[in-house]
């Protein structure tokens, strides 16, 4: 019953993402106000529908309701609860209705908070979010039904990927989609821009606090996917470039491009085609990404090996919303007014740079990715791009981005004096210095370790001229400094909150990929390995019952100069349904360092295994630096400038042809 009445709420979501899309648009191009006011109305109930569908399904797994196609391949009762729920989009189908759920979110809350938004450039805009809710849900009803039924229902399911039964991935998929699904917001308004054909400062504020928070869940979401590779697979890595990684990096990169542009428009109206671009550019990749994870080109841990005929639909949907909003930028873009210039020498000048850089970065990163894909099409011949390739082209583009970083906040707008900002780094500039120095003298000369050094010093030049930035603003050292601090706009605080947790992300990488170490190797009970000064001693195996699975638990302790730090306890897992093994590794972590350990499989008799020991300085700084981050979106987001809004234009048109005019002049 429930599962029909999801159905049925789904197909009449789609009917309604029809009326919202068509109505609003043809209210707006004909001044209509009654038809530009059925978009919010619009909005609210594609979300209640949605958002019944999806509770219907989930009604389903909870309730392991194997009668339903999607529940029998993804569930089993003896899965815990958590893993059930999470069995909703640890799927095709299900991440699917997922996807339409948050796209619809984004939607209904322009409708509820952007009250100030003019009306025609609204009613555009929920029309053309309403065109992709159009596209996914017609997606999921015609190629990926998760509502279907099997009769005679099973007694027993086959059970969610044991991999995917783990806590960060029951909270990393809604994360990621948040950011993926969130930028679609930036799109549509920029879509609504150019059939306006107006872009400007108030536009820029509109779009800001969306692609915030877009940008805020993808940061949280990514990480948390590095995290659970990092405790879940146990080789003692959080990063690989797979390609499945890279999908959700590549729209990263350019939405944080994004986030620095729509600031030079807000601020200067400058830059309005390049940002109208980047909007379209980010959103299009979060669209590649999801074709690449479910056409079934792709072979990954985490990635959806479908039909490739559902390929074909997204790829028909790709086609038309990234052909037809570049077609639409190539069309309006040359009408719109450049904006005020600026010196090369200046802020403006300084995120410029920024932008080019991340596009770049993520154009080579897009490649590495897709290049053995057209290969393979055009040569039958299978190849591989790895870590060298992706590190060997991203890190070099990332040095200057850092150094630009730390020089940008001090130049002023319009035209900087960069004799002046240079003056006022001298500590960073010092700082970086004393740290490289420093990192040769403790770790050593060798290649790598200059390397890791570099990476280090790169980290103190930036947390330093991130601090130091916000000091002065404030005048620290003064009286009066807390209510300077009081009185200083939250998205200043946030800029300085989100460089400085990029300061720590970059000493947690460096640190851990020079200077990781490892051991490997068969032990018996009672055997010891050194490791980076640790003596690590397997006591033995036992065996240990879970709710769906059968463990091999190893009791490892950790001493240190004679002392005791830690019993760890890793776990090859054995599930039943399906049958497969996983790895549940053990991390002792100082909050500067970690000790990981990974039980391997038995050899022979004598309660012999392989063992796996890694010791990881800095590694946690991966990590802080994502939280960092991602805080630092938050304070700027709670900017009173996002809370109230943008002021109101001076003038509205509320067709293209009146607006055009106005863009030229």
């Given amino acids: 019953m429930f599962i029909e009445l999801g159905h049925f709420a ?32 619009a909005a609210l109930l594609q979300l209640v529908l949605i958002l019944s569908a999806f509770a219907a399904l989930m009604h389903a797994y909870v309730t392991s309701d194997f009668s339903v196609v999607a529940v029998y391949e993804n569930s089993h009762t ?31 809350s322009v409708a509820v908070f952007g009250g100030n938004l003019p009306p025609a450039l609204a009613a555009r805009a929920l029309a053309v979010q309403a065109m992709i809710s159009v596209g996914f849900i017609a997606f999921i009803l015609f190629t990926s039904n998760p509502f279907l039924r099997i009769l005679p229902a099973p007694l027993e399911g086959q059970s969610l990927n ?80 797979d390609p499945t990684e890279n999908a959700s990096f590549i729209p990263w990169l350019t939405g944080t491009a994004l986030l620095h542009s729509a600031i030079v428009v807000e601020r200067r109206e400058a830059l309005k085609s390049w940002t109208v671009l980047l909007a379209i550019v980010t959103f299009s990749l979060s669209l590649v990404g999801t074709f690449l994870v479910r056409s079934g080109v792709l072979t990954s841990v985490h990635a959806f090996a479908v039909d490739p005929s559902r390929g074909v639909f997204i790829l028909v949907l790709l086609a038309i919303a990234i052909g037809g909003s570049l077609t639409l930028y190539a069309v309006r873009a040359p009408a719109m007014q450049g904006g ?3 010196a090369p020498i200046s802020r403006e000048g300084g995120l410029l740079i920024n932008n080019l850089l991340l596009t770049t970065a993520a154009a080579t990163v897009l ?14 011949n299978k190849i591989s791009v790895g870590p060298p390739y992706f590190n060997g082209v991203f890190i070099p583009l990332m040095v200057p981005l850092v150094i630009v970083m730390g020089i940008g906040p001090r130049l002023a707008w319009k035209r900087g004096d960069l004799a002046g900002a240079l003056s006022r780094i001298k500590i960073a500039a010092g700082a970086c210095v004393l740290m490289f120095v420093a990192s040769l003298f403790l770790n050593g000369m060798s290649l790598i370790d200059i390397g890791g050094g ?57 640190s851990a990929a020079a200077w ?14 050194e490791l980076a000064g640790y003596t690590l001693t397997f006591q033995g195996v036992q065996m240990i019952k879970g709710p769906n699975y059968d463990a091999g638990q190893a009791t490892i302790v950790a001493s240190k100069n004679g002392r005791e730090i830690a019993t760890m306890h890793p776990e090859l897992r054995a599930y039943v349904q399906p049958p497969q093994q996983t790895t549940y590794t053990s991390i002792h972590t100082t909050l500067f360092a970690d000790l990981y350990s990974a039980l391997g499989e038995a050899q022979g008799d004598n309660g012999a295994y392989v063992t796996r020991f890694y010791y990881q300085p800095l590694v946690p700084f991966v990590w802080y630096g994502v939280v960092l981050m991602a805080f630092g979106g938050l304070v700027s987001l709670s900017d009173r400038r996002h809370r109230v809004g943008a002021p109101q234009r001076a003038t509205q048109r509320a067709t293209a042809s009146d607006a055009l005019p106005a863009a030229a002049e």
Wanted: proline share 5%.
């Fill in 10 to 41: 789904l197909a009449l979501a789609l009917v309604v993402a029809l009326v919202q899309s068509v109505i609003p648009l043809m209210g707006a191009q004909r001044g209509n106000a009654a038809w530009m006011a059925v978009a919010k109305p």
């Fill in 78 to 108: 003896l899965q815990p609860l958590m893993y059930k729920i999470a069995g909703v989009w640890g799927n095709h189908e299900g991440s699917l209705v997922l996807w339409v759920s948050i796209l619809a979110v984004f939607g209904a």
């Fill in 162 to 241: 044991p991999q995917l039964q783990d806590p960060g991935l029951a909270i990393h998929p809604p994360m990621l989609y948040m950011g993926y699904v969130g930028f679609s917001m930036a799109f549509s308004f920029a879509v609504a821009a150019l059939i306006e054909g107006r872009v400007d400062a108030a536009w820029a504020r509109w779009v800001r606090p969306w692609t915030l928070a877009a940008w805020i869940c993808l940061t949280m979401g990514i990480g948390l996917g590095s995290w659970w590779a990092y405790y879940t697979l146990g080789w003692g890595g959080w990063w690989y470039w």
């Fill in 340 to 342: 005020g210039m600026f």
């Fill in 367 to 380: 490649l590495g990715t897709l290049y053995p894909l057209f290969t393979e099409v055009l040569s039958a």
């Fill in 454 to 510: 570099f990476g280090l010093a790169m980290a103190a030049w930036l947390g330093v001229a991130s601090f130091s930035e916000w000091a002065d603003r404030v005048k620290l050292t003064r009286s009066g400094a807390w209510t300077r601090i009081s009185n200083l706009p939250r998205s200043a605080h946030g800029m300085t909150i989100a460089h400085f947790g990029m300061a720590v992300l970059i000493a947690g990488v460096a």
């Fill in 516 to 529: 990781k170490q490892e051991r490997i190797q068969t032990m018996t009970p009672g055997q010891s390995v």
